[in-house]
């Protein structure tokens, strides 16, 4: 008989978001008449850009005749006029990736979790609390210790590094899923210089970097001095220009990243991250590749800019509601999500019940992102408008 990998029996039965799903189901079916406005899971609502979708139609288009048709991809790391547009991407803020060290996934989510495939199970796993489910989960089912940095009230639910503690490996998201905060450059170059006492390598998380409106805050990483010898970043067009239903992202592994192996080899996060892929991915279709090569178009940054403001000003809609009720919250500004504190000093769970049975409003309760989440929320500025505006009317009617 086969044995199984027992980390997973110590973990939550379910992911987060089926256990809102069962609960949501169970509500609809007592109350069928019931007029849910769901802003709990991050996903979009308005439509791809036109020339992205007109350029995947020529992809496919492409595929049909045999003098364009594709197979393989040979690199496996995406082709190239991707990869190329990826770095003009970035040089627009002012960040040199050369294209070598741009590999297309489908989607920041996968290589998250796919990433510590590369990492000995003996790593220590730093990730800051409350985060996305992903970091936690994907380290557990290889039963590597984690250890977290708390993000709280008191710090604006930005965690710093603890100069006593030790990590290998340290997740960071900015803007965060789920608290919508965001880390300043100096605030960066201290988990670098931290990064780099530890020998660690971070793992930056930056899906949301297109919702930043302030100067001062990095849109990558890779803007602060010192990263791309300690650091990894993947973003995601799931939020930037509507990619959750077709997948697709990048991920950046600097070739100036080493480490040392047992043996006192010097070898290269780079080239083992491309073996692990040639292995196990097979990569992103060319349609979609040549629909996300478009979002970097000037045509398509027009475009898809259109969708960003349309979610930030949802995101104000929120805000001005929870400020009118007196509610803390972080997030919004720079994000498009709202973290905010439960009235009352109510539970997660229990503001989400009241919500959904006297609102008929889904969130995401706080706690599900850790221990530092529970009493607070998040809602998503992802929705229709009219359906923002109904819910936040719903919501500041209630009697707490």
């Known amino acids: 008989m086969p044995s199984i990998n027992e980390n997973f029996l110590s973990m939550e039965k379910n992911y987060l978001f089926i256990n809102i799903a069962k609960k949501v189901k169970a509500f609809t079916e007592a109350h069928p008449d019931a007029d849910i406005i769901r802003m709990g899971i991050g996903d979009v609502t308005q439509p791809i850009a036109k020339c992205v979708v007109e350029a995947m139609k020529k992809g496919a288009d492409e595929m049909g005749v045999k003098e364009t048709f594709r197979g393989y991809e040979d690199s ?15 040089k627009s803020f002012g ?6 060290d741009i590999r297309i996934n489908d989607g920041a989510k996968a290589d998250c979790g796919n990433i510590v495939d590369i990492f000995g199970n003996d790593n220590i796993v730093l990730v800051t609390d409350p985060a996305y489910p992903v970091y936690v989960d994907t380290n557990l089912m290889n039963g590597r ?3 977290y940095a708390n993000s709280n009230e008191k710090n604006g639910f930005a965690a710093m590094p603890d100069e006593n503690v030790h990590a290998d490996l340290i997740y960071l998201c900015s803007p965060n899923n789920p608290t919508g905060s965001v880390y300043t450059k100096e605030q960066l170059e201290e988990w670098i210089r931290y990064a780099k006492k530890n020998k660690a390598i971070i793992i930056y998380d930056s899906a949301y970097e297109a919702f930043i409106t302030e100067e001062n805050i990095p849109r990558s990483i890779f803007a602060v001095e010192g990263a791309k010898e300690c650091a990894i970043e993947m973003c995601s067009l799931s939020k930037t220009a509507g ?16 480490v040392t192996a047992s043996t006192g080899e010097q070898v290269s996060i780079a080239q083992l991250w491309g073996r692990r892929q040639g292995s ?3 990569g992103v279709s060319y349609p979609v590749q040549c629909a996300a090569a478009a979002v970097f178009t000037p045509e398509g940054q027009e475009e898809i800019k259109v969708n960003i403001r349309y979610y930030q000003e949802n995101a104000k809609i929120i805000s001005s509601a929870l400020d009118e009720m007196g509610i803390k919250y972080t997030g919004g500004k720079n994000s498009p999500y709202i973290w905010f504190k439960c009235p009352n000093n109510m539970g997660s769970w229990e503001f989400f019940d009241l919500l959904l049975e006297k609102a008929n409003v889904v969130g995401t309760p706080g706690s599900g992102f850790g221990k530092n989440g529970e009493g607070w929320f998040r809602l998503t500025a992802f929705g229709d408008r009219e359906r923002t505006k109904e819910a936040m009317e719903r919501i500041k009617k209630l009697t707490f």
Request: glycine share 12%; net charge negative.
């Open 280 to 282: 196990k991915f097979n």
């Open 145 to 147: 210790k984690i250890i």
């Open 76 to 90: 496996g790391a995406g082709y190239d006029f991707l990869r190329e547009a990826v770095s003009g991407y970035y």
């Open 95 to 100: 960040v040199d990736i050369p294209a070598d």
């Open 243 to 258: 990619f959750t239903g077709m997948r697709c992202g990048y991920t950046v592994v600097p070739h100036e990243l080493y």
